[in-house]
Structure formats: structure tokens, C-alpha cells
T-cell receptor, first 108, second 112 residues
Framework: GIQVEQSPPDLILQEGANSTLRCNFS?????LQWFHQNPWGQLINLFY???GTKQNGRLSATTVATERYSLLYISSSQTTDSGVYFC??????????FGKGTTLSVSS | GAVVSQHPSWVICKSGTSVKIECRSL??????MFWYRQFPKQSLMLMAT?????????EQGVEKDKFLINHASLTLSTLTVTSAHPEDSSFYIC????????FGQGTRLTVV
């Protein structure tokens, strides 16, 4: 099955800093999503991005499908951005496979 | 976007009892749903694929007799943890959707 590698595993930032999270896939995927998991466990979908670039406020994501990786950019980070970020991918008709996550801590 | 609802959000049960968790797709039909489990400080691990009208497919290492899955309609899948033990305490979450996956709120199970 697909292997998903996320980096870095942990990230500590000062408020206002920018960051880039990366996700590598061992094989091509048809579906790719980025999530933020809140303290109650709920998965907040950030982007559905099997290819291309999308932006939503201070967040943006880029997927280069031919090279099997995706990047999540967080600009001007805020303390509320803290938490665990997951990327996950799947091939058609199969379940999303998750990376191990990046734990982000933003301090004021 | 589509909505997946999971119930209950949290449950505490005694060791040896069974617990049922429901996963509903509220505004779309789902022939396939997926169940995941997440232990503290770990990632989400796929447990099983729930197929409407047929048997579930379990991932390696997941006991099918312990985690009973029923997908009796196009909008409802249930996961029953039978004879629960403290080591079954975990966060269980379901998903559905073609292409983009939509997740339920998750169920935090504590077995005492």
C-alpha cells in the first residue's frame, strides 16, 4: 500500500513566522487532503488537493502529483494554528492513508 | 460539503461489555465507509472498509470478531466493539465520500 511521509515531525514557531510542511507519497495518489486535528480530535479539512495550488486565507497548499509530494504553507502563524497537521492520500476507491503528522506549536 | 455524523462522541464502558458506534452520511449515499482508530499521540490507522450489503474488509491485525461492522443501508455503518478491554480504549473515527473524504466527529472510547 501507499506510504506517506510527513516532515518535520515537530515544529516550534514564534507568532508571525511562516512555515512549510511537507508530505511525500511512495506512489501516485488520486486523492490528497490536508487536515488540522483540533484538541477534541476532530479532523478539520484544510484542503482537498490532488494536484495544483489552492489558497485559503493564511494557508495555501501545493501538490506536485508527478513528483508525489505536497506542501502546506502557513503564513503569519498564530497561536490558534497550534495542533497536529496530517496529510493523507489514496488511490481511487480506497481509503485515505495518513502520514504520522506534524505537531505545530506557535508561541506568542 | 457533505456531512458525516458519528455518534456517540464519547463513551465509557465496563470491561467485557460491548459498545456500538454509528456513522451516518447525512446528505449523500455511501456504499463504502471507512473506520479508523487513533491512539494518543499517534496517527490515524485504517481498521476496516465497510461495504453496503456485503462483508467488511479488515486490515491486517484487526480482529474481525472483536470489531463487528455492519453497513445495512446506504447512509449508515456501525462499528461494535465486542467484549471491550482497556486496551481497546481509543479514538474511533469514520469517513465516507467519493474523491474527497468527509469525516465524522469521532468517538472517544474509554474502557474501565
Amino acid at each position: 500500500g501507499i506510504q506517506v511521509e510527513q516532515s518535520p515531525p515537530d515544529l516550534i514557531l514564534q507568532e508571525g513566522a511562516n512555515s512549510t510542511l511537507r508530505c511525500n507519497f511512495s506512489d501516485s495518489v488520486n486523492n490528497l487532503q490536508w487536515f488540522h486535528q483540533n484538541p477534541w480530535g476532530q479532523l478539520i479539512n484544510l484542503f482537498y488537493i490532488p494536484s495544483g495550488t489552492k489558497q485559503n486565507g493564511r494557508l495555501s497548499a501545493t501538490t506536485v502529483a508527478t513528483e508525489r509530494y505536497s506542501l502546506l504553507y502557513i503564513s503569519s502563524s498564530q497561536t490558534t494554528d497550534s495542533g497536529v497537521y496530517f496529510c493523507a492520500g489514496s488511490q481511487a476507491g480506497t481509503a485515505l492513508i495518513f502520514g504520522k503528522g506534524t505537531t505545530l506549536s506557535v508561541s506568542s | 460539503g457533505a456531512v458525516v455524523s458519528q455518534h456517540p462522541s464519547w463513551v465509557i464502558c465496563k470491561s467485557g461489555t460491548s459498545v456500538k458506534i454509528e456513522c451516518r452520511s447525512l446528505d449523500f449515499q455511501a456504499t463504502t465507509m471507512f473506520w479508523y482508530r487513533q491512539f494518543p499521540k499517534q496517527s490515524l490507522m485504517l481498521m476496516a472498509t465497510s461495504n453496503e450489503g456485503s462483508k467488511a474488509t479488515y486490515e491486517q491485525g484487526v480482529e474481525k470478531d472483536k470489531f463487528l461492522i455492519n453497513h445495512a443501508s446506504l447512509t449508515l455503518s456501525t462499528l461494535t466493539v465486542t467484549s471491550a478491554h482497556p486496551e481497546d480504549s481509543s479514538f474511533y473515527i469514520c469517513s465516507a465520500g467519493q474523491g474527497q473524504a468527509f469525516f465524522g466527529q469521532g468517538t472517544r472510547l474509554t474502557v474501565v
